[in-house]
């Protein structure tokens, strides 16, 4: 059972555009948080929300995670290529779990060319 | 750099093959994990260690066998792998695993290939 869904799956856009990637579950989290994964690298850790509704800018990036605590999105303002790369988003299997059931979804591929 | 290093950062083996993958953080965290990162899977969890224990194994084959000797280091021991078992391995730390929100810093992982 997958149960964080990722859409899109992939996303090719031209540099300067903006986008919105979503994260969504049926099950309710204590925490979520978003990742960056490049080629050959393992993930970073870009945010973590823990209140429903609760936004949080990081430079040009903005994440939104659901009133409801089962969902987030990501957006993006003025795509650059740097920011290619693959989106994972992960949450706690259980509430007020600890990191041992963290749960990661299948990422959204994102390229954003010159 | 992550402060977490792994190697080899690519390996060919066959099916009767034993090789280990290394994993070293230089963060003073005390709690490691490993992960499985498949093409077509979400990354999965595969071993919790806090504080040199494990504390979590997630129905993994015993094919695949961890050891953890001090709260620096964490091993992947393999034997009789299975072609299904090529992966990325991706080894990450934290400060504990009691805090949800403690940040995870992952390792670039080893390209695991099994002929």
């Known amino acids: 059972t997958q149960l964080l869904e990722q859409s899109p799956q992939f996303l090719s856009i031209q540099e300067g555009e903006n986008l919105t990637v979503y994260c969504n579950s049926s099950?309710?989290?204590?925490?979520l948080q978003w990742y960056r994964q490049e080629p050959g690298e393992g993930p970073v850790l870009l945010v973590t929300?823990?209140?429903?509704?609760e936004v949080k800018k990081l430079k040009r990036l903005t994440f939104q995670f659901g009133d409801a605590r089962k969902d987030s999105s990501l957006h993006i303002t003025a795509a650059q290529p740097g920011d290619t790369g693959l989106y994972l988003c992960?949450?706690?299997?259980?509430?007020?779990?600890?990191?041992?059931?963290?749960?990661f979804g299948k990422g959204t591929k994102l390229s954003v060319k010159p | 750099e992550t402060g977490v290093t792994q190697t080899p950062r690519h390996l060919v083996m066959g099916m009767t093959n034993k090789k280990s993958l290394k994993c070293e953080q230089h963060?003073?965290?005390?709690?490691m994990y490993w992960y499985k990162q498949s093409a077509k899977k979400p990354l999965e969890l595969m071993f919790v260690?806090?504080?040199?224990?494990?504390?979590e194994n997630n129905s993994v084959p015993s094919r695949f066998s961890p050891e953890c000797p001090n709260s620096s280091h964490l091993f992947l021991h393999l034997h009789t792998l299975q072609p299904e078992d090529s992966a990325l391995y991706l080894c990450?730390?934290?400060?504990?695993?009691?805090?949800?929100?403690?940040?995870?810093?992952f390792g670039p992982g080893t390209r695991l290939t099994v002929l």
């Open positions: 099950s309710v989290f204590s925490s």
């Open positions: 992960a949450a706690q299997r259980g509430y007020g779990g600890s990191q041992g059931n963290l749960i």
């Open positions: 990450a730390s934290s400060q504990v695993t009691s805090r949800p929100t403690d940040t995870q810093y």
């Open positions: 260690y806090n504080f040199k224990e494990q504390t």
């Open positions: 929300v823990v209140t429903g509704g």
């Open positions: 963060l003073g965290h005390n709690a």
